[in-house]
């Protein structure tokens, strides 16, 4: 499963030339859960982006609130 996210994700988006093919960039093993762990900050940008397109998801399918006004 991490092979496919890695592919769609990454790897169709992100140029790796200057990657080496050979050998892989650091042992998995040894990674702190620190790099690829969200932080707070990550948390909060994606919960309000994810608001803001729920939002417009919902008032496509209720347009009655539309006339709600949000603060």
């Given amino acids: 499963m991490?092979?496919?996210?890695g592919s769609a994700?990454?790897?169709?988006?992100?140029?790796?030339n200057d990657c080496s093919d050979?050998?892989?960039?650091?042992?998995?093993?040894?990674l702190p859960a620190e790099q690829f762990i969200m932080h707070d900050?990550?948390?909060k940008v994606i919960t309000s982006d994810m608001c803001i397109?729920?939002?417009r998801v919902l008032t496509d399918f209720f347009?009655?609130?539309n006339k709600i006004s949000c603060k």
Avoid: G, M, R, Y
């Fill in 22 to 30: 050979t050998k892989p960039q650091c042992n998995l093993e040894q």
């Fill in 2 to 5: 991490e092979h496919w996210f």
């Fill in 63 to 65: 347009p009655w609130l």
């Fill in 9 to 16: 994700a990454i790897v169709q988006n992100v140029s790796f």
């Fill in 41 to 43: 900050n990550d948390w």
């Fill in 53 to 55: 397109l729920v939002s």
